[in-house]
């Protein structure tokens, strides 16, 4: 059974740093063809795809957030951290982490958290 | 970067109704997209993949069309536990440098 929990601050302020962790059990992240993703959501938006990284370590990032955002995994740790630069209030999202296959897509998401950046 | 782009935004219908949802996307992604269907509250859940296929324990009057650039979500008849946010996304994760952007959601209310 897969599973995949989101933790981190709830509330950070403007030009901090976010850190979140993603704890996943019920997989490898050394499997082939497998990786893990986080999405965020603004309240009452459409979802977002921020990152997501390999099995083999290989890293994607969106376009339009690369240079804030940067993505690792502790393989042994079962755990993805995926850190972003220079908040701002428009950050406030809920940030979901996934499990991605390559042919499936993110078929198991986490609960979400919900991070509010304000002063 | 590949854009997605659904429509319509918002549809109005009623249970028992057929709906199709398109997704559009900006280059080929061959059939590498998924429909993910969205309460409020509540993570999205996975509908279809590679198109066409149906994730386990979705409903058969959930289908999905589509290859190259012009997609489809269709049910067949709307039940009550069917009015939601829907969204497509491509994910060709063999692509180098990918990306895997969601469509914008389509409101899907009675």
């Known amino acids: 059974q897969i599973t995949l929990k989101e933790s981190g601050p709830t509330l950070v302020k403007p030009t901090q740093t976010l850190t979140l962790t993603c704890t996943f059990s019920?997989?490898?992240?050394?499997?082939?063809?497998?990786?893990v993703g986080w999405i965020r959501q603004p309240p009452g938006k459409a979802l977002e795809w921020l990152a997501l990284i390999h099995w083999n370590d290989d890293k994607r990032y969106s376009p339009s957030l690369k240079s804030r955002l940067s993505i690792t995994k502790d393989t042994s740790k079962n755990q993805v951290v995926l850190t972003m630069t220079n908040m701002d209030p428009v950050d406030t999202a809920t940030y979901y982490c996934?499990?991605?296959?390559?042919?499936?897509?993110?078929?198991?998401w986490g609960q979400g958290t919900l991070v509010t950046v304000s002063s | 970067d590949i854009q997605m782009t659904q429509s319509p935004s918002t549809l109005s219908a009623s249970v028992g109704d057929r709906v199709t949802i398109t997704c559009r996307a900006s280059?080929?992604?061959?059939?590498?997209l998924a429909w993910y269907q969205q309460k409020p509250g509540k993570a999205p859940k996975l509908l279809i993949y590679k198109a066409s296929t149906l994730e386990n324990g979705v409903p058969s009057r959930f289908s999905g069309s589509g290859s190259g650039t012009e997609f489809a979500l269709t049910i067949s008849s709307l039940q009550p536990d069917d009015f939601a946010t829907y969204y497509c996304q491509q994910y060709n994760t063999y692509s180098p440098g990918g990306t895997y952007t969601f469509g914008q959601g389509t409101k899907l209310e009675i």
């Open positions: 280059q080929s992604i061959n059939s590498w």
């Open positions: 996934t499990h991605m296959t390559a042919l499936r897509g993110f078929d198991y």
């Open positions: 019920g997989f490898s992240l050394s499997t082939s063809v497998v990786g």
